[in-house]
């Protein structure tokens, strides 16, 4: 079973400043997919940015890039240049085992400040 | 290209009733999952389905069902409907190939008073 967990329920940060949100995640699959995904007050679910286990280079799109260490079993984010549309509960979610299952963490909330 | 799309966005029921939620994926897609969200619980995964078949299942009482249409429409449903049931409910869809990414739809939130 695949598990992921975010340790960070509440962040907050000043608007154009650098945070990091953390995730980690525990599976015994050899081949498993890690997300990030950001949901405004709309509830929309949006997707951040995708990490293919088997890809050592660490993704990035735009101002979002992650940190995989897969020995460590962690997945973080880092927002740079935070923008208030930044806003939102972000979910870090695992899919893997041959299913199109995603498994989410409880999300973390995060704040911008202007 | 249009998103995925679910109806209705709001519905509210009363406990032993019954609901039905549809949900139109993304064009050219034929995987359609189908996501439980609530303040307790968090995210949690109900069925998916690709092809016309239910490919994998999560572990909910069978109130709750499923099914998809040739077009890669999907619809599920809950019957006997209870108070535990009000919830945010999430439709996502890709492609064919496990491991491609989900995009979700707006949701449908569902009362059950």
């Known amino acids: 079973a695949q598990t992921v967990t975010q340790s960070q329920p509440e962040m907050s940060v000043q608007e154009a400043e650098t945070v990091t949100l953390s995730c980690t995640y525990d599976?015994?699959?050899?081949?498993?997919?890690l997300f990030w995904y950001k949901q405004p007050p709309s509830r929309q679910m949006i997707l951040v940015i995708r990490?293919?286990?088997?890809?050592?280079q660490n993704a990035t799109e735009n101002r979002f890039s992650v940190n995989f260490q897969k020995a460590a079993k962690s997945f973080s984010l880092k927002i740079s240049d935070s923008q208030l549309g930044d806003a939102a509960m972000y979910f870090c979610?695992?899919?893997?085992?041959?299913?199109?299952?995603?498994?989410f963490g409880q999300g973390t909330r995060l704040t911008i400040n202007p | 290209k249009a998103g995925v799309t679910q109806t209705p966005r709001y519905l509210i029921k009363t406990r032993g009733q019954q609901v039905t939620l549809s949900c139109s994926p993304i064009?050219?897609?034929?995987?359609v999952s189908w996501y439980q969200q609530t303040p307790g619980q968090g995210l949690q995964f109900l069925f998916e389905?690709?092809?016309?078949?239910?490919?994998n299942k999560g572990n909910f009482p069978g109130r709750f069902s499923g099914r998809q249409f040739s077009n890669s429409r999907s619809e599920m449903n809950v019957s006997t409907l209870e108070l535990g049931d009000s919830a945010l409910y999430l439709c996502?869809?890709?492609?064919?190939?496990?491991?491609?990414?989900?995009?979700f739809g707006p949701g449908t939130r569902l009362l059950v008073l």
């Open positions: 996502a869809s890709s492609l064919q190939v496990v491991g491609e990414t989900q995009y």
């Open positions: 599976t015994s699959e050899s081949d498993y997919y």
């Open positions: 990490q293919e286990a088997y890809k050592q």
């Open positions: 979610a695992s899919l893997g085992g041959g299913a199109q299952k995603l498994v």
């Open positions: 064009s050219g897609h034929r995987s």
């Open positions: 389905y690709f092809s016309e078949t239910q490919r």
